[in-house]
């Protein structure tokens, strides 16, 4: 129950992310879902989010006060902060990460892309280091050159004491290496989980944070499904990976970061908690991961 002062009108949660239908989204990328469903759509998006927040704010009062719903816009390639804030800046609820993919872009010119990133990291406006990691599914360059590149984002996070984003995709256990020997430093949040109980207990006993998407709903993937029920309530978030990962019915088509309604409700069900309580806790989580710097 919403603590409420004495004499207050009886206001059932006016600021509930269950009832706006916008949660904190903790990895988007806007100048894609941007590309994909124009300037419109993400400016009427924000724009819900700017009202959920507002709704949150004049509605703060005690234990039970919902705090703002935030977004976390990632970078990929080196250089992209800059295009991201001239787009999204004037927002003041979103945070942005800047980091490397293993991809060509960056692993063309490792060095060039790393003095690029420490750069964008000094940035006011840089809240993590994301995303980075391994993905031996694409494979642009070699594991080598991958955990290279991961390595040294991982040593960057640690040394400005930012949260490290990672990406991982069939490369459990070389992810597991290197996020576990930074796990203890800075928060680490495995995004997108893609892989099972397992996995998740050995990302968890080494200090790791898991992200959920919307792949939480799609058929085959009994085995998230059982890592996110198995899970301490503290080390989990939400995001939409948007404009990927749509949660269903809607597989397949450009996702926002209002489509982690549907995500968060079946997470709920899995968990067998009330939608209520699983937002709350994933949003204590992602103010604690993403509050060390703020924009
Ligand atoms: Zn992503």
């Known amino acids: 129950m919403p603590e409420r002062g004495a004499g207050g009108a009886p206001e059932?949660?006016?600021?509930?992310?269950?009832?706006?239908?916008?949660?904190?989204?903790?990895?988007?990328?806007?100048?894609?879902?941007?590309?994909?469903l124009g300037r419109v759509v993400v400016e009427?998006?924000?724009?819900?989010?700017?009202?959920?927040?507002?709704?949150?704010?004049?509605?703060?009062?005690g234990a039970g006060a919902v705090s703002a719903p935030f977004i976390v816009d990632i970078g990929v390639n080196p250089g992209d902060l800059a295009p991201r804030l001239a787009g999204f800046g004037a927002y003041p609820f979103l945070r942005f990460a800047a980091g490397l993919w293993p991809g060509r872009e960056s692993l063309g010119d490792p060095?060039?892309?790393?003095?690029?990133?420490?750069?964008?990291?000094?940035?006011p406006r840089c809240a993590a280091l994301g995303e980075c990691g391994?993905?031996?599914?694409?494979?642009?360059?070699?594991?080598?050159?991958?955990?290279?590149?991961f390595e040294a984002q991982a040593?960057?996070?640690?040394?400005?004491?930012?949260?490290?984003?990672?990406?991982?995709?069939?490369?459990?256990?070389?992810?597991?290496?290197?996020?576990?020997?930074?796990?203890?430093?800075?928060?680490?949040?495995?995004?997108?989980?893609?892989?099972?109980?397992?996995?998740?207990?050995?990302?968890?006993?080494?200090?790791?944070?898991?992200?959920?998407?919307?792949?939480?709903?799609?058929r085959k993937s009994d085995g998230l499904r059982e890592a996110l029920a198995a899970a301490p309530s503290d080390r989990i978030l939400f995001e939409t990976d948007s404009p990927y990962m749509n949660p269903m019915p809607h597989r397949g088509k450009p996702s926002t970061s209002l489509d982690l309604?549907?995500?968060?409700?079946?997470?709920?069900?899995?968990?067998?908690?009330?939608?209520?309580?699983?937002?709350?806790?994933?949003?204590?989580?992602?103010?604690?991961?993403?509050?060390?710097?703020?924009?």
């Open 155 to 218: 040593a960057m996070a640690a040394q400005a004491g930012l949260p490290l984003l990672v990406h991982s995709r069939e490369a459990f256990a070389d992810t597991l290496a290197v996020a576990g020997g930074v796990a203890g430093k800075i928060p680490v949040v495995i995004h997108c989980f893609g892989y099972g109980a397992r996995e998740a207990a050995a990302f968890l006993e080494c200090g790791c944070h898991l992200s959920f998407a919307g792949n939480l709903t799609y």
């Open 261 to 295: 309604a549907r995500t968060m409700a079946a997470a709920a069900e899995i968990r067998g908690v009330a939608l209520e309580e699983l937002a709350a806790a994933a949003q204590a989580n992602a103010i604690r991961i993403f509050s060390g710097k703020k924009s």
């Open 134 to 149: 391994l993905d031996y599914h694409h494979m642009e360059a070699s594991e080598r050159a991958q955990i290279e590149l």
């Open 12 to 36: 059932p949660q006016a600021a509930s992310p269950v009832r706006s239908g916008v949660f904190t989204d903790t990895h988007a990328h806007l100048a894609l879902v941007e590309e994909r």
């Open 44 to 61: 009427a998006v924000l724009e819900r989010y700017a009202e959920a927040g507002a709704a949150a704010e004049g509605g703060r009062s």
């Open 111 to 123: 060095e060039a892309a790393l003095a690029a990133l420490a750069a964008d990291l000094a940035s």
